[in-house]
């Protein structure tokens, strides 16, 4: 099994730990702090569920026995798939609690994903719920561990099938001490994939705490706070910017949403007097339509804060009025760097920027396609190194060359300008890939499998600009003979057991793809082509 290892050059960890940064602290110590501190304060609501802080210490030390007792040594990886509920909690510190590492899954991922995530992190269990928003996940992690040499375990929050194990059977035991090096990696995140499948983000407890941390300060979470979980709290975002990791370190209440309509969401805000939650722009606009006819009291929220994608102006400007509360705008990413508006900045830098980094040793480069820094104002590539940035993927050396550069900046694929007060402000990608509401979406990996089809001679996929999604799916495709419907390439896309979001928005058949006298144009150029000509299609009348 390939260790998982995150390491900075001896001189800049040594500069994180003396700034105070990195304080040696580890996630089983933050939890620890956090009881001791507040451990009669509600933890964690969600369904019928409400647990203090010691009762969430209770189960954590189930959990970890119950993961040890199966045989899961110190440094093992367990997949966690599992939607917004008060148990993801328990799971995920009961893992750290018993030394043990997750690799997370969005509740959106289906086989072909997980199939990855399990080989690509040797994965020696896998934690579902038995069902969510109306997909029963019992049978496909069946498939996936028959297809996972290293997987061995299925845990099911619920009733699980034969030869799964029900989470709530975990019997109280021991769980032997495990005392974890902070610089150690603690969890895996995914990341969005810009080229072809996603990779593997180790993070350590050291890096992610410090994120969370600074977060709390920046975002005034604390021990009143209660923050909404609405987005699949297994993204980065809601996880630790600061969402349900910062409610933990903070002793704040967590209300976990089961999906994040203003349907579900609204009468948890009223009910359980909800002061901060985070939206991806497309949510945020639902929120803002709704929240005029709503009859339920959202005076409570004192933050709402959006990213993921980029939210436009227009709407941003109309966050206060609509729903009563402060917009803070988050740039961030699985890889690290997570830029934040300050919530005391003035309207104008709050409504048109992505904000600023969260530390003064976030290092911001932005290049021209030359390579050389452009001045403030001028359009560039974003590349970032620093205290929470990792400085390579797991096990991915190619992508690793493709992503860092000699000296450990991370080339984050992003266009942005930087104004003269230092606020960012995000311009769009120089990677192809689809932001579809906030999920990113690789190009590549669905023209991969498009292509896997026999009526597809050749496919190239491109975003479109959407009102309402910020960017849509467009497949261009060549067809293999007679061309078929769209309708049946969405259908057998369904079959290919991947996320839903992936599956193209829009089908276009052509007759071929444009070749210069040269040769072959690259596929970047190829899908630059396509959307512009579907840009030019749309403007004629
Ligand atoms: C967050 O993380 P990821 O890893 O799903 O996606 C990162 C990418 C960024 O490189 C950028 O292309 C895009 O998502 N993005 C934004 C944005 N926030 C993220 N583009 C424009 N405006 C924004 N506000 O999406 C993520 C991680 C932590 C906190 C927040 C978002």
Redesign the pocket.
Known sequence: MEPLRQVWPAELAERYRAKGYWTGETFPQALAATVRRHGDRIAVVGGESRWTYADLAQRVEIAAAGFRALGLDPGARVLVQLPNVPEFLSTVFGLFRAGLVPVFALPAHRQTELVHFGRAGEVSALVIAERHDGFDYRAMADAVRAEVGTLEHIVVVGEPHPGQIAFDGFAAGDCPPVEPDAGAVALV?I??GSTGLSKLIPRTHDDYLYSIRASNAICGMDERSVYLAALPVA???PM??PGIFGAVLAGATIVMAPVPTPEIAFPLIAREGVTITGLVPPLALLWMRAAPKTDHDLSSLEVVQ??????MPEAARRVRETLGCTLQ???????GL?NYTRLDDPDEAIVET?GRPISPDDEILILDDAGDPVPDGTPGHLLTRGPYTIRGYHRDPTANARSFTADGFYR???IVLRRADGNLV?QG?ATDHI?RA?E?ISAEEVEDHLLAHDSVFDAAVVSLPDPYLGERSCAFIVPHGDPPGAAEIKAWMRTRAIAAFKIPDQIVFVEGFATTAVGKVSRKELRARLRESALNNRKQP
Not at 306 to 311: D, E, I, L, M, N
Not at 329 to 335: S, Y
């Open positions: 995140q990341s969005g993204h980065n975002f630790s910017s959006v990213g993921g994608a980029k939210f705008q988050v740039f961030g990413m699985a890889e997570v992505q984050t694929g992003d995000v990608r932001n906030g990113k």
